[in-house]
Each structure stands twice: as C-alpha cells, then as structure tokens.
C-alpha cells in the first residue's frame, strides 16, 4: 500500500486564510469535518450524489466527499458555519426556520449550501431554478417544498435588504 504524503494547502475558509497539512488523497470533507472539527458538513454517500457534504467553493456549490484537498488551495472556501451564526443568521436560515423546513437536518447544511450558491449567481432565481439547484440533494423526510418555499423567501428579503 503506497504511503500516505503529507501536503500544505493554503486556502480561505469562512473568511479566513487558513494553511493546513493534510494527506495526498485525502478529500475536502476529511479535513473539514476530522482535521478542522467542522461537524455541519455530513458525510452522506461519499460518491458526490446525495448533497450533504455541500460545500461552496469560489461561490460554487461542490460535493467535498469528491473534492480533494489540493483542489483548495488559493480559493475560498464556504461551509454552513461560515453562511450566518446564531446572532447573525443568514436570510436562508432563518426562512429555513420560519417554514419549517428541516425534519432531521441531516441534508440541511448541504441543501443551505447549494441554496446559497444559487443566490449569489442568481438573486431573483424561479421557482424552476430552485428546484434545479437543490436536485442533487437528498432529503429522505420529503422537505423539498417547504425548502423551495423557505429559498423563496430567503431570496425576496435579500433583495429588500439595503
């Protein structure tokens, strides 16, 4: 069995310029969850099909379970810890919560994380574009409409903030 190389990847994440030291192979969801003990992004099917593990990436909503670490270096990196906070929360998780749109939350941070991709590419998405946005994540409680409804939401009050 080959040995494992040791890699520094430096990158930002929620903001932050980070420089870490990971394993050749090993994927962006290891390091978030094992190495950075950033416990909201879930590691679902490991195959980039069931959208838990979403991350942003440059803006872009990838599947870190097959994004490996040094595809990383020198961008940003956003996980859910990084799109709003208890005293802060982003408009996502607050329509989120106003619509009740989580049963178990396993799939939610993936799905806020494909979400928030979407309103940034596109502020005034349809409801077509939603669905769209959220295909490649599985919510096994059957949420899908009160997220659709909750991303809606979150995206009318973007818009009306200053």
């Known amino acids: 069995m080959p040995q494992a190389v040791a890699q520094g990847v430096r990158f930002q994440l929620n903001g932050r310029s980070v420089s870490v030291q990971g394993e050749s192979g090993q994927s962006l969801l290891d390091l978030l969850r094992n190495t950075l003990h950033l416990k909201a992004t879930r590691m679902g099917c ?50 989120f919560m106003e619509e009740q749109a989580m049963q178990c ?42 997220v659709v409804r909750a991303i809606e939401k979150a995206a009318a009050r973007l818009l009306a903030a200053p």
């Open 46 to 95: 490991g195959q980039g099909q069931c959208g838990a593990c979403r991350v942003m990436l440059d803006g872009h909503a990838v599947s870190s379970c097959e994004t490996p670490l040094w595809a990383v270096e020198g961008k940003a990196v956003t996980t859910v810890e990084g799109l709003g906070n208890r005293s802060a929360p982003h408009a996502l998780q607050t329509a």
């Open 105 to 146: 939350g396993f799939c939610t941070s993936g799905i806020l994380m494909s979400a928030a991709a979407l309103l940034q590419r596109q502020p005034q998405p349809t409801r077509q574009e939603i669905v769209q946005a959220i295909d490649g994540n599985l919510c096994r409680c059957g949420a899908h409409n009160r």
